[in-house]
């Protein structure tokens, strides 16, 4: 994918990712895309040791820096044309002016298209990572919830319709994988939920092994589809009224 026009994007991942995370930093990774290396900088970002990259090929530049310790990594990548030396030399000044405050607090919907009320449901948010919300029995975070009920919310680009077919394909990740075996779907409906188009379904199965209940609800809201995914391995009926129940207060941000 080129691109001509001038781009930022921010990773941030968790201590676990962390840990493998270096590698995406490894100018290696660029070699089946044919960009080379043509500058390096080692820069301090508070007390984090970080190296400028820039690489490049006959369209796009690209200015990348990772920084961080055991508790996370960011990665911030710019993108420009090739040509655009005006722009290349702003971007690589402003990337020496960043300042990393881990005190200070994200709001974690910033970036979200829609708003959930988790009042009305015994699910409630928990954390966020990139274009996913997890939310839990009380709120509670974790690092993964083994046999307990808990929803996930995805933010994906949107598409023109939303049917049967785009759902499986986010289903698939499960199915392809073989975390989900002998599964049936129990129910699947075409609605509206607050004036949104939205496709949503009920699924049993064997979940990495553990009979489950999974509920799958794919909303369209302001150029973005929103994949609602809940899980329970026990009390069928009570679970899929709480993730009813959470469904329902969607609405634009």
């Known amino acids: 994918m080129k691109y001509f026009g001038v781009r930022l994007l921010f990773f941030m991942v968790s201590a676990v990712a962390s ?3 270096t590698v995406c930093f490894d100018t290696v990774n660029f070699t089946g895309s044919e960009l080379g290396t043509l500058y390096k900088q080692k820069i301090n970002i508070n007390e ?4 400028v990259i820039l690489l490049t090929d006959a369209s796009q530049s690209i200015y990348q820096i990772l920084f961080g310790d055991s508790t996370f990594v960011t990665k911030i990548t710019a993108i420009f044309p090739a040509n655009d030396c005006i722009n290349g030399n702003e971007i690589k000044t402003s990337l020496q002016t960043i300042y990393y405050d ?3 607090a994200i709001d974690p919907f910033a970036t979200s298209a829609f708003i959930i009320d988790d009042s009305k449901s015994i699910f409630k948010f928990a954390f966020s990572s990139g274009s996913t919300w997890i939310y839990s ?3 509670v975070k974790k690092e993964s919830y083994d046999n307990e009920p808990n929803v996930e919310v995805i933010q994906l680009p949107d598409e023109d319709e939303i049917n049967k077919e785009f759902a499986d394909d986010c289903f698939n990740s499960f199915t392809s994988s073989e975390r989900l075996t ?3 779907v129990l129910h699947e409906v075409n609605e509206k939920i607050n004036g949104f188009k939205a496709f949503g379904r009920s699924i049993v199965g064997k979940m990495d092994g553990k009979e489950a209940l ?3 609800s794919l909303i369209k ?4 589809l929103i994949l609602i995914q809940g899980f329970t391995y026990d ?4 679970y899929s009224k709480e993730f009813k129940n959470l469904v329902s207060t969607i609405t634009k941000r």
């Open 19 to 21: 840990q493998t995370c």
């Open 48 to 51: 984090y040791s970080s190296e």
């Open 102 to 104: 881990k005190s200070y």
């Open 137 to 139: 029995i009380g709120g």
């Open 182 to 184: 002998e599964y049936k």
């Open 214 to 216: 999974i509920f799958q």
């Open 221 to 224: 809201i302001s150029g973005n």
């Open 235 to 238: 009390e069928y009926e009570k």
